[in-house]
Nanobody
Framework: QVQLVESGGGLAQAGGSLRLSCAAS????????MRWYRQAPGKERELVAA???????DYADSVKGRSTISRDNAKNTVYLTMNSLKPEDTAVYYC????????????WGQGTQVTVSS
């Protein structure tokens, strides 16, 4: 089993930065592909960033150039650093994972709230 716990959310000012963390338990972190999603009130859930078990990364256009997804396999943790925050970044942020044996992101955290004030 894989359990994911997000942290690092909170209130930030526009133009500021936050680092979100997602800690995984279960002992197979090194073979997991990881993603960050977010969902704002009244909007569909959207993919923010992704990092493969090999370290390849992808970003949504809305955050590309001001966000970095990274992982520390020794700590079983994936991070999302967001700079130049905008009010539009306000959402609940979720991390999700899939193993190399599945095409589905079957593991999800409970989310962490990010609120960006103008």
């Amino acid at each position: 089993q894989v359990q994911l716990v997000e942290s690092g959310g909170g209130l930030a000012q526009a133009g500021g930065s936050l680092r979100l963390s997602c800690a995984a338990s279960g002992g197979i972190f090194s073979i997991l592909d990881m993603r960050w999603y977010r969902q704002a009130p009244g909007k569909e859930r959207e993919l923010v960033a992704a990092i493969s078990n090999g370290g390849s990364t992808d970003y949504a256009d809305s955050v590309k150039g001001r966000s970095t997804i990274s992982r520390d396999n020794a700590k079983n943790t994936v991070y999302l650093t967001m700079n130049s925050l905008k009010p539009e970044d306000t959402a609940v942020y979720y991390c999700a994972a899939r193993s190399m044996f599945s095409s589905q992101y079957n593991y999800w955290g409970q989310g962490t709230q990010v609120t960006v004030s103008s």
